[in-house]
Nanobody, 117 residues
Framework: QVQLVESGGGLVQPGGSLRLSCAAS????????MGWYRQAPGNQRELVAT???????NYADSVKGRFSISRDVAKSTAYLQMNSLKPEDTAVYYC???????????WGKGTLVTVSS
């Protein structure tokens, strides 16, 4: 199994930046694509960004040009650099890892990002 631990959330003013980290432990060799999702109060969880083992990325339209996902494959760590943050980015951000070859998802417990003046 895989355990994911997020860090880096907090309170930031509109226009500010934050960098989230997701560290994987356990059976790290089974991890394929990693990604970030978020869930705002009253909303469903939504995709923010994903990155494959080879570095291919995908972003939600709402964050394109502002957020950047990266990954250290050797350390099994994923990052989400968030710039030009807006109040509507306020949410709990969850790290996700997909198991190679088998349809299985692993989730972290989430880290809260609050964008407010």
């Amino acid at each position: 199994q895989v355990q994911l631990v997020e860090s880096g959330g907090g309170l930031v003013q509109p226009g500010g930046s934050l960098r989230l980290s997701c560290a994987a432990s356990g059976s790290r060799s089974i991890i394929g694509t990693m990604g970030w999702y978020r869930q705002a109060p009253g909303n469903q969880r939504e995709l923010v960004a994903t990155i494959t083992s080879s570095g291919n990325t995908n972003y939600a339209d709402s964050v394109k040009g502002r957020f950047s996902i990266s990954r250290d494959v050797a350390k099994s760590t994923a990052y989400l650099q968030m710039n030009s943050l807006k109040p509507e980015d306020t949410a709990v951000y969850y790290c996700n890892a997909k198991r190679r070859f088998i349809n299985q998802d692993f989730w972290g417990k989430g880290t809260l990002v609050t964008v407010s003046s």
